[in-house]
């Protein structure tokens, strides 16, 4: 069973973000810092403006070289900028008003750079430490950075590549509230290897799911297509107005893992989820309280993480077209056939889809 062939996972998550605490080891090296994730926030406020207007990533870092003198820098800022453009035309929504709040450095991976070149992790004596090219003098920010103790290793086999110049890692660090954090992001074979549960053979069994903002719907069916079971985990509270974010994410990750680890206990392989990456635009709906839902709701995000979660139990993630899950007359005919209710069809279509998909690969 191939986890990656079916759904070419690590093209669409290359990477896995490890986070740690930043701590500065000196109050210069908290002020340097500070004016650079300033600097670094205020360049990618203005590359929105360079990338709406078609201006090339080497002309846009010669216009704002006075800001940050680091091309590896406004690069990186480059690239946040196209990817917060994208999100805006993706909720229809217009780039030209999107004011970047928190403060934050990116910096871009290389291997030829033993990893970072402007970012850059040291362990020394079992210490984590990281070094931050402050690029007005060319010093370098001294901090302390701890990780949770199950990363140690992946983090210490992240560094022997890097040191072997066989990858690279993306590093960012972000100001929260009075926090300071380092987003390190390894590479999704080498965080499979220390997390991931062995692949074991079920039962065959294909469960697809539809995501929404107020549940996830979970068909499971056989090679047959006849369905074994079928389950909803519902979050209502999470599309209340005022209702924190990251606390919507983490219920709605909860929810989603546990029906992931509910289908791999009863004989599930394949996982099967709708192809939103080649979505190009969010759809709306006519109710402005549904729209406001939709919004919030980050499916690419949740896709993402179910991927992800997905790999880690051992199972066999699939993509399918999104194309007819809803609104069509198969989508109808499920539902009147089966007597299911519109999410739980959605669902079951998926399901079928994949089912499909993997006839003509085993083929």
Known sequence: ?????????????????????????????????????????????????????????????????????????????????????????????????VHVKKLFIVSRGNKYDKGNRNVKLVLNADLFHVLIKYPWDNSWIRCRARF??????????LLELTNQGKEGYGARTAFRNKRLEVHVSVPLPLYLKHFSLPERRGYGLVAGLDLNSDRINMAVIDSDARIVTLKTAWFPETTLHGFPRDKSRDIRLKKLKELLSY?????????????????????????????????RFA??????????????LGLTPVLVDPKGTTRSHEHEEVMRKRGLDRHMASAYIVAYKGLEVIRSHEK
């Not at 289908?263 to 406001?292: C, H, M, Q």
């Open 263 to 295: 289908a791999r206990g009863i004989g599930v392989d394949y996982v099967v989820f709708e192809n939103l990456f080649n979505v190009k635009k969010r759809s709306k709906v006519r109710s402005p309280s549904g729209n406001r839902k939709v919004t």
């Open 1 to 97: 069973m191939s986890t990656l062939r079916l759904s070419n996972v690590e093209e669409l998550i290359p990477h896995v973000t490890v986070v740690g605490k930043l701590l500065p080891e000196t109050p210069e090296d908290h002020m340097k810092l500070a004016r650079l994730a300033w600097s670094f926030t205020r360049a990618v406020e203005l590359m929105i403006r360079e990338v709406t207007n078609g201006t090339s990533m080497k002309d846009a870092t010669k216009k704002l070289y006075q800001i940050l003198p680091n091309y590896v820098y406004l690069e990186s800022a480059y690239k946040h900028a196209k990817l917060i453009v994208e999100g805006c035309k993706f909720n229809n929504g217009n780039p030209k008003h």
């Open 148 to 157: 949770g103790e199950k990363y140690i290793p992946l983090l210490r086999d």
């Open 299 to 312: 499916k690419k995000q949740l896709l993402q993480h179910g991927l992800l979660m997905t790999l880690k």
